[in-house]
């Protein structure tokens, strides 16, 4: 027995305290892994924040207007003046109606009065008004243009004196008729034809006779005679 206490009593040597040591961190090192282990074995990952929602209510406004229409832009004009100019060329080369004369069929009458006896036949079928004989081939073209243009200023003339002289309770009138002109410009001889209402051919006898006493009408060198016309009229 003292031999056991004394032998308890001795000192550990430092190599076999050093060992006593190692095994117990070894032993605890084993025991964390195992822990850790067993925790990561049991334990599932974290579970995730869940995240709320937010619903915010709009206030209650109406929609927006639709957009407007997109705008048509004109279209550019296509060749217009092209297509006028050529309208133009095309009337230009149309051709034109033949002159028609101004002339006197029938007996002309030889009665004391302005407006003798006689019926003037022939109609005015188109074309400018000429004094004589057709214009297909006799005259030319300066000759022609001249005596359109002297018919013309006769027919104006005759119109508005013969307005000035219509009674004025005479209404509108359409008068036709064949004048003859002499040189120097005065009325030798009118011609009605008549209406077929008496008063109104009083009436227009009535202002050609007024008219031919009146009225100098522009001088000339012989056009063929007589000239037609035919004038709706009323009283100035």
Do not use: C
């Not at 095309?90 to 051709?95: C, M, V």
């Amino acid at each position: 027995m003292s031999e056991l206490a004394e032998s308890s009593l001795e000192p550990v040597p430092k190599s076999r305290r050093f060992v006593q040591v190692l095994v117990a961190l070894a032993v605890i090192a084993l025991l964390v892994g195992a822990a850790m282990w067993i925790k990561s074995m049991t334990g599932g990952p974290a579970a995730a924040k869940r995240q709320t929602a937010k619903i915010s209510i709009l206030p209650d406004t109406p929609p927006p207007p639709p957009p407007p229409p997109p705008k048509e832009k004109p279209e550019p004009p296509k060749d217009q003046p092209k297509q006028v100019m050529r309208e133009q060329q095309l009337k230009q080369d149309a051709p034109k109606p033949a002159n028609e004369p101004i002339k006197m069929d029938g007996p002309a009458g030889d009665g004391p009065s302005a407006f003798a006896a006689g019926t003037v036949n022939n109609e005015y079928k188109g074309g400018a008004p000429v004094v004589g004989a057709s214009g297909g081939t006799g005259g030319n073209v300066a000759d022609r243009a001249q005596e359109r243009f002297y018919a013309n200023s006769v027919r104006q003339l005759l119109h508005d004196e013969i307005e000035k002289n219509l009674r004025s309770d005479a209404g509108e009138l359409t008068a036709t008729f064949s004048v003859w002109i002499e040189p120097d410009g005065s009325i030798r001889r009118f011609e009605l034809v008549p209406t077929g209402d008496a008063a109104r051919d009083t009436d227009l006898r009535f202002a050609f006779d007024q008219t031919s006493r009146r009225l100098r009408l522009p001088a000339h060198s012989g056009l063929p005679q007589p000239m037609r016309f035919k004038l709706s009229v009323r009283p100035a």
